[in-house]
């Protein structure tokens, strides 16, 4: 069956550091989008790829990067952690509207990653 | 910035009653999602409704959407323990590939 996955599922950093946290699926959807979640903010997007070379970015992109160089993976970076970035960190994704069909723009979300910066 | 706003935040209710969730959005849309989040768990998609819908159904859910109030409600009858989540809705803001969610509404329904 597809599937989105996310790792690690936990991870414990310090200021300053570089992290990379990877997400891939295996539905070969075109779109791929990150998010983090906290409380009283809901989901927020941080950077978005609607297909291979194309990045985008989200409401809350600042410290954080992504690449995409393969239809399945879209990993995020964050250059240097900050303890604000501490987080819930959700991957999701969705087929093109292009690609038609009766489910629209539905997305499929991974398990999540939660980052803990100190 | 939160296109959609669940209301209310939370609610408890007992098992076998109905719960309504209602969402509100401020721009035009292509289509309206609701999503359901277990505690700890990535959200899975639950129903969508196109723009030109007025109302959809599916198993025990029921969802309207009104575009000219812009706003959608969420009924679920027949509650269950196994509903207790969180429950977001998302928008399409004019049409886009991308989706705007809300903060959510919490969900208890007690055995």
């Known amino acids: 069956d597809a599937e989105i996955t996310q790792s690690p599922r936990h991870k414990i950093t310090e200021t300053g550091r570089q992290v990379t946290l990877a997400c891939h699926q295996t539905?070969?959807?075109?779109?791929m989008f990150w998010y983090r979640q906290d409380l009283g903010h809901g989901l927020r997007l941080i950077h978005y790829?609607?297909?291979?070379?194309?990045?985008n970015k989200g409401e809350v992109s600042d410290g954080y990067s992504v690449s995409r160089s393969n239809t399945e993976d879209l990993p995020l970076t964050l250059e240097s952690a900050a303890s604000s970035q501490t987080s819930v960190y959700f991957c999701?994704?969705?087929?093109?509207?292009?690609?038609?069909?009766?489910?629209?723009?539905?997305?499929?979300f991974g398990p999540g990653t939660r980052l803990t910066v100190l | 910035s939160q296109q959609g706003e669940e209301d209310p935040q939370a609610l408890s209710i007992q098992e076998g009653e109905n719960a309504t969730m209602n969402c509100s959005y401020k721009?035009?849309?292509?289509?309206l999602q609701w999503y359901r989040q277990n505690s700890g768990r990535g959200l899975v998609h639950l129903i969508l409704i196109r723009s030109n819908e007025r109302e959809k159904h599916s198993g025990r859910l029921r969802v309207t959407l009104d575009t000219s109030k812009k706003s959608s409600s969420l009924l679920i009858t027949a509650s269950r323990a196994a509903d207790t989540a969180s429950y977001f809705c998302?928008?399409?803001?004019?049409?886009?590939?991308?989706?705007?969610f809300g903060k959510g509404m919490k969900l208890t329904v007690n055995p």
């Open positions: 790829s609607y297909g291979v070379q194309d990045t």
């Open positions: 539905w070969n959807h075109n779109n």
């Open positions: 999701a994704s969705s087929a093109a509207r292009a690609a038609g069909g009766p489910r629209g723009n539905e997305q499929f």
């Open positions: 998302a928008t399409d803001k004019g049409g886009s590939e991308k989706l705007v």
């Open positions: 721009t035009s849309i292509n289509n």
